[in-house]
């Protein structure tokens, strides 16, 4: 048994959302029970114990839009890069990488960005990969790298005709043998889908190719009007919008995870919700990209089932939180807006899409719950409950704040030292990685 107390528990729990001096019990890859320090530690008094000091003892933290394969992208310099809109960045930076990564750098890529994932205490994430150089065995790679460090992993390769058909349908049938692998796997931490880049690189042809190699009981992930081109290429090529050649398709549904959806009308959002298809908002990613602002307020009025992901732009969902809270209010000129939907999108919704891929309940402390649970150093300047911790992790926390990160019962992280790898050796051999790739990428020997 692993027993975390003394330290202020927030369980995202109706029923005792909140115990002032409080304990989470452990066993095995499940959470046991909740309560106070005192009656969960004579629950077993030989169990392992690690101690709070005080601070925040809370679910950790989901991410249902990644990008690992952009790790090697930080302080890159591409030579003749000068982007001039959203197609140049795909062209000139991400598809360039993406052409250029070798089986070990996208191992290191999903090294780097998993211990980054256990420093900010998330350890459930929804991955959107991309490795047109190096399709084959590119999800089981990054599986690999999950297991070991003990991340809870949704993942998928990204199809797209860009690079022609032969690499078109070397993607699906990644996806197919990932999809199968994920759902013959007993751990409950692994899941598959069928990924797809965005409809304006995607052919009638693939998209039937994608249709007929889909597992059952699995959907789409897919970038949705993330660009205004996008939406531009559909009307021209297909004569319709895009969310309704995703319907026209069969993409649309409740295993299907559409990523920004910043060009969508109203029409798309009735679609969307009728077939119950969820959404994942990627708030700094869209303002980098200078893409625009998605209609997310609305969508969440509406009841779409909305989340909230980073898109690689970064490995904290805290900072996630800040830039949507502000995001929307400047747009909508409203100071009033996202206090509560951003909240609702990632620590309810989150969950809630998690739960559509992985058996066990996530982002909960509660009896039967996956045992995933973050202890934050945070000592609040004013009074702190379950009525207005949100605003503290607004306006006072980062992910950084996170001492410790268990997932699946196994202690990832305790006292800021990552515990499932030499973090030193990690990074030396990431930045060699790195240096080859970008090496690769300039046409330098």
Not at 195 to 214: P, R, V, W
Request: aromatic letters at 6%.
């Amino acid at each position: 048994m692993l027993i975390i107390g003394n330290g202020k528990l927030f369980t995202r729990n109706s029923v005792a959302a909140y115990i002032e001096n409080g304990a989470v019990a452990m066993e095995g890859t499940k959470i046991l029970r909740t309560g106070t320090t005192e009656e969960i530690r004579q629950l077993d008094a030989g169990a392992q114990y690690i101690d709070a000091k005080g601070g925040i003892i809370m679910p950790a933290f989901i991410n249902t839009h990644e990008h690992i394969y952009s790790a090697m992208a930080r302080g890159l310099s591409i030579k003749g890069y000068d982007p001039r809109g959203f197609l140049d960045i795909l062209d000139g930076q991400w598809w360039n990488i993406d052409r250029h990564l070798t089986l070990e750098q996208i191992r290191y890529s999903a090294v780097d960005t998993m211990i980054s994932c256990i420093r900010n205490g998330v350890t459930t994430i929804f991955d959107h990969h991309a490795s047109f150089g190096q399709i084959k065995d590119s999800l089981f790679t990054i599986a690999d790298v999950a297991k070991e460090l003990g991340i809870r992993a949704c993942l998928c390769y990204e199809v797209s005709d860009r690079d022609g058909k032969d690499k078109a349908k070397e993607a699906v049938l990644e996806n197919e043998a990932f999809i199968r692998h994920a759902q013959a796997d007993d751990t409950d931490m692994l899941a598959g889908m069928m990924g797809m880049h965005a409809q304006f690189t995607i052919s009638d042809e693939t998209m039937e190719l994608a249709a007929s190699h889909k597992p059952a009981d699995t959907g789409y992930h897919i970038h949705v009007a993330e660009g205004i081109e996008d939406l531009h290429d559909c009307l021209k090529k297909y004569g319709k919008r895009i969310t309704d050649r995703l319907m026209d398709w069969g993409i649309l549904g409740e295993k299907t995870l559409l990523g920004h959806c910043i060009y969508v009308n109203s029409h798309e959002m009735d679609l969307i919700k009728d077939t119950g298809t969820m959404v994942v908002h990627n708030p700094e990613s869209n303002m980098g990209n200078a893409c625009g602002c998605p209609p997310t307020m609305e969508m969440v009025r509406r009841g779409i089932l909305t989340g909230l992901g980073t898109d690689g732009y970064t490995h904290d969902m805290t900072e996630s939180y800040k830039v949507a809270n502000v995001l929307h209010k400047h747009h909508l000129c409203d100071p009033s807006a996202a206090w509560s939907e951003v909240p609702g999108m990632l620590f309810e919704n989150n969950a809630a899409i998690a739960g559509r891929y992985f058996k066990t309940p996530v982002g909960v402390l509660k009896e039967g719950a996956a045992a995933d649970v973050i202890v934050a150093d945070y000592n609040p300047p004013t009074q702190m409950d379950e009525n207005n911790l949100n605003g503290h992790i607004l306006f006072g926390m980062t992910g950084r704040d996170v001492v410790t990160t268990v997932a699946n019962g196994r202690v990832l992280m305790k006292d800021r030292e990552v515990l499932v790898t030499d973090v030193d050796r990690a990074m030396a051999k990431c930045r060699e990685e790195a240096g080859k790739l970008w090496k690769s990428i300039n046409g330098e020997s």
